[in-house]
């Protein structure tokens, strides 16, 4: 979808990318369509806030899944080299699409946002 970014003769909608879920019968509540400029005002988004990731330095824990058709799984770690954090972590997850939150591991992602607040937690008390 990138490309359409520059693309002048992209057409004014697409099909949107909803359902990117492993688990068998959960769908996603997502657009047929999505507005082309949606696309591109997104892309502008990530690339900014991709040049802000230096000025986060708060622990950072990235969820990412390890099979992913919306986002390379090489985002998860390119997300800790450009933070400035000095407690960055990764947590693969290993039967799950794009929206984990809704699929396979659901439970495992809240498990280790549990602990990793509960780490952090110990450390300030």
């Known amino acids: 979808m ?3 970014v520059l693309d002048r003769n992209a057409p004014d909608r697409i099909p949107g ?3 990117d879920i492993k688990a068998e019968g959960v769908v996603e509540l997502a657009y047929a369509e999505v507005p082309t400029n949606c696309v591109r005002q997104a892309n502008a988004l990530m690339g900014a806030t991709g040049n802000l990731l230096q000025k986060v330095t708060c622990p950072t824990l990235v969820i990412q ?3 992913d058709h919306v986002l ?3 985002n998860g770690p390119l997300i800790l080299q450009s933070v400035s954090s000095r407690d960055v972590r990764i947590f693969w ?4 699409y794009h929206v984990a939150t809704l699929d396979n591991d659901k439970d495992i992602i ?4 549990g602990r990793f607040v509960n780490e952090l937690a110990d450390v300030l008390t």
């Open 65 to 67: 899944s390890r099979d």
């Open 17 to 19: 990318i909803g359902s």
């Open 72 to 74: 390379p799984p090489s």
């Open 110 to 113: 809240v498990d280790r946002i």
């Open 93 to 96: 997850l290993e039967n799950s």
């Open 2 to 4: 990138s490309e359409l």
